[in-house]
């Protein structure tokens, strides 16, 4: 299985204390999203020119030069690297490297090592970048650890093929809706959501443990016409399943400095982070309607 990281969370990634899995690689490309060293499934560097001293030194290759007084990494060298000296002989804080091969046998191993930090209600969860791209190996080790009584927890777009594989093989699934209108989907997350619709109502549908959540994106979910289709979609769904757990999160600028690590554009720069009164005002509004919504953060 290809990640990026794993870590730790206490009651956001799923109940209780959790040892968070991510998995690289994501069919999604959303504007706001928090960590885009998770979207592309080939390995990348992360490079902190601020971070510890001289890192150019750390590179035998060259791949770190001083541009107009500061210091860039030559990506074209640093992917054709043969051996990471700047991690494996440096440990130079500066870099960091996403994207690495874990076996099942090894996420299995680890979490029964962790089972007992992991308290009553606590678990494994399996986030990303889209953990369902790479199905088969998550599902081989869902299935090995529920028997061995570890809570497992799946947090996912659900529009991939390989979602409804999932379906009844977690103990929880936390599902993201980005928004409803296909067009403000394609423009600012680079996909159709049809798919997406389709697998979390047929996740309701089958009595699936699971929560929803949506992010409040200025642009893309907090005008008046996205929120009714949104609050609309979610009372249909609550005629099928009640309670209907949902979250409302914020967008925030977390994510920039890796953004500037990759080499990349942040694309929402500049956007005014959504107030909690946007948030709670939606939530107040799907509680009506008898839906259990809850603001996060």
Not at 96 to 112: D, H, L, N, R, T
Not at 160 to 165: I, Q
Request: glycine share 10%; proline share 6%.
């Amino acid at each position: 299985m290809k990640i990026f990281s794993t870590g730790w969370s206490e009651g956001f990634d799923g109940p209780g204390r959790r040892w968070v899995v991510y998995a690289k690689g994501c069919n999604f490309r959303c504007r706001w999203c928090g960590n885009p060293e998770g979207l592309r499934m080939e390995t990348e560097m992360l490079f902190y020119p601020e971070r510890g001293q001289s890192p150019e030194k750390a590179c035998p290759y060259g791949a770190v030069q001083s541009s107009n007084g500061t210091l860039e990494i030559e990506r074209g060298k640093c992917t054709k690297c043969p051996d990471r000296a700047c991690l494996t002989t440096w440990k130079h804080p500066a870099f960091e490297y996403a994207g690495q091969e874990i076996s099942a046998e090894e996420i299995i191993a680890k979490a029964q090592q962790y089972h007992p930090l992991f308290g009553p209600d606590g678990g494994i969860t399996f986030g990303g970048g889209e953990a369902t791209l790479q199905a088969e190996e998550i599902l081989r080790v869902a299935t090995a650890l529920r028997e061995k009584g570890i809570h497992t927890v799946l947090e996912t777009n659900a529009a991939t093929k390989g979602f409804t594989d999932c379906l009844g093989k977690f103990d929880h699934l936390i599902c993201d809706l980005k928004c409803i209108t296909p067009e403000l989907h394609q423009e600012w997350c680079g996909s159709d959501n049809t798919l997406a619709l389709e697998n979390i109502r047929k996740a309701v549908e089958t009595g699936q443990d699971l929560r929803l959540r949506l992010v409040i994106v200025p642009g893309v979910t907090d005008s008046p016409e996205e929120l009714e289709k949104i609050s609309q979609f979610f009372a249909a769904l609550a005629k099928l399943r009640n309670p209907l757990p949902v979250e409302i999160l914020r967008m925030h600028h977390l994510g920039v400095p890796k953004y500037q690590a990759l080499g990349l554009a942040y694309q929402m720069a500049g956007v005014p982070e959504p107030k909690l009164e946007t948030a709670e005002k939606f939530a107040e509004k799907l509680r009506a309607s008898g839906i259990e919504a809850t603001v996060v953060g």
